[in-house]
């Protein structure tokens, strides 16, 4: 920063080993360790939520928790959030409205584009036209708020979630820690209740004055 003061950085969080395969953060990357850090001027996640996946734990819907681990993330030093979304996996639309609800404005349909050009990348999806009907409801839904959205905030969560990383390295990742950490997060959602993750460091009075309600 003392060289190059307005230079960006940023890592790329990927949830699906983290989530998917049960170990949490000990086996694969700490979402939380540079931006809490003041590391980055930016935090990014990369989405891999597959059909195949996704029953595993609640679905699509699950795009809400991973937004919201990147936002436990950045809570401290305001780094701006983005998301790379896999083109080829589909459900674009319900995951764009959930990472926009989440305050979200950098979103990269990662790869459109055809194969031939991305040098025989699986990634590269543009021959996915059903793909291009969910981008097309998106769009449709979005754009009238867009002003909205680039300019607005999101209401201030009323509740809150410990994410407990002590027991996670105690217990090597506590799979049905994480699964009843989920659920209890979307129930919240569904209920129209605004809620955040917090660490072990937000246990303090500064940090929980604004909420009512501590999982």
């Known amino acids: 920063r003392t060289v190059y003061p307005n230079i960006r950085t940023m890592a790329n969080y990927s949830p699906y080993r983290v989530f998917y395969y049960g170990a949490g953060m000990n086996r694969s990357q700490n979402s939380f360790a540079l931006p809490r850090a003041n590391a980055c001027t930016g935090h990014f996640g990369e989405d891999w939520l597959s059909p195949n996946l996704a029953p595993s734990l609640a679905g699509v ?11 436990c993330g950045a809570r401290k030093h305001g780094q701006p959030l983005g998301m790379y979304l896999i083109w080829k996996l589909g459900e674009l639309d319900r995951k764009l ?21 991305g040098g025989g990348s699986p990634e590269s999806s543009s021959q996915r036209v059903e793909t291009y009907a969910e981008l097309n409801r998106a769009a449709r839904a979005l754009c009238p708020a867009d002003e ?15 994410y407990n ?28 209740i605004p809620v955040d993750l917090i660490l072990e460091e937000d246990l303090n009075k500064d940090s929980l004055k604004q909420y009512s309600f501590l999982y």
């Open 165 to 192: 990383r002590t027991d996670e390295i105690w217990n090597n990742g506590s799979p049905w820690v994480r699964t009843d950490r989920i659920y209890a997060f979307l129930a919240l959602r569904h209920a129209h």
């Open 61 to 71: 819907q699950t795009e809400s928790f991973f937004a919201s681990v990147l936002q």
């Open 97 to 117: 409205s959930l990472l926009v609800s989440h305050g979200l404005k950098t979103i990269n349909l990662y790869h459109w584009g055809p194969r031939y050009l």
């Open 148 to 162: 909205i959205i680039a300019e607005g905030r999101r209401e201030s969560a009323r509740a809150a979630i410990l």
